[in-house]
């Protein structure tokens, strides 16, 4: 840490961070520039010693040096790590699609859709059974009964599940069907969920918050390897911003300053990120260019008629047509898909 | 709602808009512009009707008429509501004071510090026994240890007790001990939460999201009534902005709104909403005059040693004033405090 | 437009409605609803009557139909614009690059720089004579001396010379250098300068601002096409947002929505919309795939000696890099470059 | 500045950015890390040099330590700057009041309401003769009719003249006529005219830009200082959020901030900062609290016929309403008004 004096802090002051630095067990290493003094905490720790040293009075502002997340770091771990699951493989050469509807609404649904996607070249197949709505008055999802037509999907099919994982107490419910859980982008800072993840077996795909730091974003998927689960796959699915002609600000150069700060593998959700169907196969594509590891697609055969989101789920053909977009940008960067 | 047709929508199109509103159970009603088609949808009911239609092709956009709570709006209930909990009233002439520690620490700091509160003239002690950290790294809080030093210090002061809970599952254990269970801001939109607190006979503290908008903010409030506890106080404590010289950005307009829309009652926390102490106590003046039922003030006896948010709270002395200072302007606007 | 009554409204404040609707020379159709009542304005203008409509006692909102652009929009014109300027021409098959440095330096800078845009496969040179800096103590540009340079490196090159423009005065003088009068983020709603602009023969690049919405985007532009002249390019360039990690959060899906909302052509700028070098070229390959017409990019032979804004200049060999990248995705997705 | 370089960086990465340290005139000084060094460079200068440095390969980031501003800093003038103009002073023990509509109508208009103000107790008269309108179909303003209207309407009251200048060609007209110039939200950064009102001998209102950070803000006041003018007013007006039910987010803690960092006073302008005349008596209340030096408030009489913004004018009775309490609140914190 770098501790940046207020200019004319008094030398008692000074002395005061000194003996606060060295009772955190920091080395201290006093700089007076022109204007101001700084101080250098060596040693740094990753916990609340800045906070700490922010109120001692003189104190203008505590610069970390170290970044918090640990294991999510390519400082820690230089390979990419490459995250597998029942068929589906994240993190390598191949370019992944995960596509499903927003909720399973029935058992001819989701095996049609499922057929489709298998058929289509997608390897994951996504779908909420357990659905977070913002109104209490909207469509919950078909909760077990939805996960038991998803494990009868991937026996069809071979598809790898992905489905979302609301509360610690449906952990181990939802790990009996699914192949990778799901962390919603409500529920990127519910720790107690995190940890609960954290504790099974299964991949985890966990989305980023719609108003959260990629700083905190690592550290929420920090919560999940500290706890001994180290298949952690980042979703990018938009922010929130004061743009109003999409519903989420799809923020694609996360994909490439993501891949220099961690070794975690990147999928990209244009369906919430742009919450709009007629955007979402431009918006893929660019993704592709843009690096991501998979992509995440909600389709439905009859979007007018889905039970949730389906203003921004894409019909059959024109998932075809992403699919072979994608694909050919996907070889002109080199990768397969 | 309103159904926007694009300019030079077919009559097909806007046919099968007007065949898709009555399979809804509504009525429709066309209008032909100079410009543009519009069908007014009437009977409108709340869900995803809107979603829906919007996928119908030649639709531009669909403008809902009502908003999508209802039993926290004013439209269902029209006087305030005032919430009761232990020596804690909200909503009333009186604007309370909630204040204490980011986290319980110890028996002697949380005994110390409730009886500086009780004494300034505060009803509510807050205080972290479960504590959300962004990292896993810092402390996480005393756990029920922590829930029986605030009941303590309740017994000593009879300030009512205030506390987060972070899980469906801690809900029967937290409200053994807290007067008010705290949903906390990175889990508004925790629903199975929001459930677990709606089942109990405490009242709700609800803080907003840093990123939900106030119909989202109020449909997680409903998710709590439609459960059955109407006991409900809503926290504004800032939003995330591109500014970055607070922590987060404070919207005080957000409380006189609140009070046109809902009849619950609404709490500021000037401490999480600017995060930084100089900035607290002026904040908090503000929020008074912008109608605030009650101010929620994070102090700590000695800022440089909290073992968590020591940068935003208050010392005593501080604290003290504040209560002056507030006082004085609750009068001029004709409460008490 | 469409005025929404507040539940409970009166007669008489609806016939207040009616009565203001029929003096802003409108047609109005009522519709009574069974929780509330909308009224609808039938023959919109583009002007202010939405906003006198909401002050009408009863009023809860008002809901324009129209688009407020009118020149800029595919509802007037459907086929997409080219703009062609010397060597540049934006909007059709072939993807364009504007490269070039931040600043113009030295006769020796912006020649060697401007030769190898034009060998690497450029057409337009970007480089800036007038600056505008957030600081009054940054090298503020060689000005007129800077623009002669320009016009020398277009002689020796061919390359269509783009530069900005700060005041309506300076119009002229810069109009008489360049191919490309550049309206700068800072000044999109500088309404004189776009009126000057729109007074000139020259094509105009107008860059979005950092916290417009489109709307206001293309109603700049609007400014410019309406003064008369038609050459107008939209430069997508990076919003404000809470994000820390990059300069600004740079919004791809702002291209295909603005090729479904306008005819104008769209220029992504990944330098400014990213801030950060390391970034850029992943940013242009993804901003060809989301169907940009043009890139404009920042380079530099060496950017530690840059006057302004090095962190976010490519080095040669980076910048020839990425033009064979952005190439083979230009050709993935249909067209050149 | 300190230097912070990546961790892993080499010896021979750490000598170059030591070179580059030294040929900016300024000393270094190497602290070896535990896991990272860190170089300081002393004797800092407010320019460039922090962007040359991150450039360098090796290096993360680089921390300024200084405040890029100078003139409008408390390190350079700790007490407050009082800005007083004709009948208008801001800045002192009292808070002023300038409110008046949005645009000059008429003679009759500007008369009645100046009159109004006049007797209400405010001291400031403003009201728009050149109006930037985002859109080019909605009416501009009387222009230089409206000046003299407004001249007329401070002969006849005392009242001090505050009203926008948009280009720096109109700012002699403009002062001809003016006490004050207000430099609107959307010109916050046009240089040329940041640099012509500083010419001038005129009192300047400067509005914060709806995206700008505080320091941008404070640079741009810099400007006017540098130039030589030092008769700055500071105006929140709000700020760009994804909050939609306020036209802007008014983040009130700006107000103590810049008291604590600037010399220069502060207004603020509730009815921009809303967008809603029901909002804005609370939140002038709320500013007063706050420590605003001045509030800048849109009246009309009749706010359904404005010929711009009248749906955040309030009317009359309103306004009279909001002077009694913002006065009971500016006593109960140790003012006038």
């Given at each position: 840490?770098?501790?940046?004096?207020?200019?004319?802090?008094?030398?008692?002051?000074?002395?005061?961070?000194?003996?606060?630095?060295?009772q955190?067990?920091?080395?201290?290493?006093?700089?007076?520039?022109?204007?101001?003094?700084?101080?250098?905490?060596l040693?740094?720790?990753?916990?609340?010693?800045?906070?700490?040293?922010?109120?001692?009075?003189?104190?203008?502002k505590?610069?970390?040096?170290?970044?918090?997340?640990?294991?999510?770091?390519?400082e820690?771990?230089?390979?990419?790590?490459?995250?597998?699951?029942?068929?589906?493989?994240?993190?390598?050469?191949?370019?992944?699609?995960?596509?499903?509807?927003c909720?399973?609404?029935?058992?001819?649904q989701?095996?049609?859709i499922?057929?489709?996607?298998?058929?289509?070249?997608?390897?994951?197949?996504?779908?909420?059974?357990?659905?977070?709505?913002?109104?209490?008055?909207s469509?919950?999802?078909?909760?077990?009964?939805?996960?038991?037509?998803?494990?009868?999907?991937?026996?069809?099919?071979?598809?790898?599940?992905?489905?979302?994982?609301?509360?610690?107490?449906?952990?181990?419910?939802?790990?009996?069907y699914?192949?990778?859980?799901?962390v919603?982008a409500?529920?990127?800072?519910?720790?107690?969920?995190?940890?609960?993840?954290?504790?099974?077996?299964?991949?985890?795909?966990?989305?980023?918050?719609?108003?959260?730091?990629?700083?905190?974003?690592?550290?929420a998927?920090?919560?999940?390897?500290?706890t001994?689960?180290?298949?952690?796959?980042?979703?990018?699915?938009g922010?929130r911003?004061?743009?109003?002609h999409?519903?989420f600000t799809?923020?694609l150069?996360?994909?490439?300053?993501?891949?220099?700060?961690?070794?975690?593998?990147?999928?990209?959700?244009?369906?919430?990120?742009?919450?709009?169907?007629?955007?979402v196969a431009?918006?893929?594509?660019?993704?592709?260019?843009a690096?991501?590891?998979?992509?995440?697609?909600?389709?439905?055969?009859?979007?007018?008629?889905?039970?949730?989101?389906?203003?921004?789920?894409?019909r059959?053909d024109?998932?075809?047509?992403?699919?072979?977009?994608?694909?050919?940008?996907?070889?002109?960067?080199?990768?397969?898909?």
């Amino acid at each position: 840490m770098i501790v940046v004096m207020k200019s004319g802090a008094s030398q008692e002051q000074i002395d005061r961070v000194v003996e606060n630095i060295e009772q955190l067990g920091l080395r201290s290493h006093v700089i007076v520039g022109t204007e101001r003094t700084v101080i250098a905490a060596l040693g740094e720790k990753r916990d609340g010693a800045k906070q700490s040293l922010e109120r001692v009075p003189g104190v203008d502002k505590v610069v970390p040096i170290l970044a918090p997340f640990k294991m999510a770091s390519t400082e820690v771990k230089r390979e990419r790590t490459e995250v597998a699951s029942g068929a589906l493989r994240v993190g390598g050469k191949k370019v992944s699609v995960i596509a499903g509807p927003c909720s399973v609404e029935s058992r001819a649904q989701i095996l049609e859709i499922a057929h489709f996607v298998k058929e289509a070249g997608g390897s994951g197949l996504r779908g909420g059974a357990f659905k977070p709505r913002t109104s209490p008055y909207s469509f919950q999802g078909l909760k077990e009964k939805g996960l038991e037509l998803l494990a009868l999907a991937r026996e069809e099919t071979g598809l790898a599940v992905v489905t979302e994982v609301m509360a610690p107490d449906q952990v181990p419910l939802v790990a009996r069907y699914a192949d990778v859980l799901q962390v919603g982008a409500r529920n990127m800072q519910n720790y107690p969920l995190l940890e609960a993840v954290g504790e099974t077996d299964r991949a985890v795909l966990l989305k980023r918050g719609p108003s959260a730091t990629i700083e905190e974003f690592l550290l929420a998927a920090e919560y999940i390897l500290k706890t001994g689960n180290t298949r952690v796959m980042l979703c990018e699915r938009g922010i929130r911003t004061f743009e109003d002609h999409t519903r989420f600000t799809l923020p694609l150069a996360t994909v490439p300053y993501l891949h220099q700060t961690t070794h975690l593998p990147v999928v990209v959700d244009p369906s919430h990120g742009t919450g709009k169907a007629d955007l979402v196969a431009v918006m893929a594509r660019a993704a592709v260019a843009a690096e991501a590891d998979a992509l995440m697609i909600e389709i439905h055969p009859n979007p007018e008629k889905a039970m949730s989101d389906g203003f921004q789920a894409l019909r059959f053909d024109a998932f075809r047509e992403l699919m072979a977009d994608c694909r050919r940008v996907a070889e002109a960067i080199g990768r397969e898909m």
